[in-house]
């Protein structure tokens, strides 16, 4: 395996302990994400997921539906997109994404497996589990984030940049200098490391 999707596995192990850890009467909490459900952020990266197979023109394995089974409809997306990891002629297949032109795997690496770590944090806040995200993670999207030219880290910001409806980052939280580190990646991308359900 490579270092992509040996890093997707990583980070989708540590969103599914989360995922299995919600207690039922918790899927509805809301969550750091405005206008979301400890649900409805288990139903975005499933959809992020989604968004790779369309683009490969496969679809979707059977499987229930984040409302009737969250960790059941996770771990089938997740299947899917390993499927697309350990076959190197599909994952280096080119694919257009709204930041250009990139192999499937790098896409992967890009959108899903990205979301994850930071999505775990939603999910944990949300449902009151241990939100302390891996520091490789944290390292890894603060060199990816600020080395981003500021128009791109701009449209990021942006609603409806990349779609109607969709918000990838939203405005910087005021921090103090000396937060940690996972505090001043949390703020940068428009989260309050602060917040509480």
């Not at 899927?27 to 975005?44: G, I, M």
């Not at 059977?62 to 390993?82: L, N, W």
């Not at 405005?171 to 359900?197: F, H």
């Amino acid at each position: 395996m490579g270092e992509i999707a040996d890093r997707y596995r990583r980070r989708a192990d540590a969103f599914d302990r989360k995922v299995a850890t919600v207690r039922p009467d918790q899927w509805n909490n809301p969550s750091p994400c405005e206008k979301w459900t400890a649900r409805d952020v288990v139903r975005h990266i499933i959809d992020m997921h989604g968004v790779i197979l369309r683009q490969l023109d496969r679809t979707p394995s059977a499987a229930p539906s984040v409302d009737e089974d969250p960790v059941a409809a996770f771990r089938s997306a997740r299947a899917d997109v390993e499927a697309i990891l350990d076959d190197p002629p599909l994952a280096s297949l080119e694919c257009e994404t709204p930041t250009g032109s990139m192999t499937a795997e790098e896409h992967i690496d890009k959108v899903p497996s990205a979301d994850l770590p930071l999505h775990g944090w939603d999910l944990a806040r949300a449902t009151g589990q241990d939100d302390t995200m891996d520091p490789a993670d944290v390292e890894y999207h603060w060199s990816a984030i600020t080395a981003l030219p500021a128009d791109l880290l701009e449209k990021y910001r942006t609603p409806g940049a990349f779609g109607p409806g969709v918000e990838v980052f939203g405005p910087e939280v005021p921090i103090e200098e000396d937060a940690p580190p996972q505090d001043r990646l949390l703020a940068l991308i428009g989260r309050d490391p602060r917040w509480s359900a």
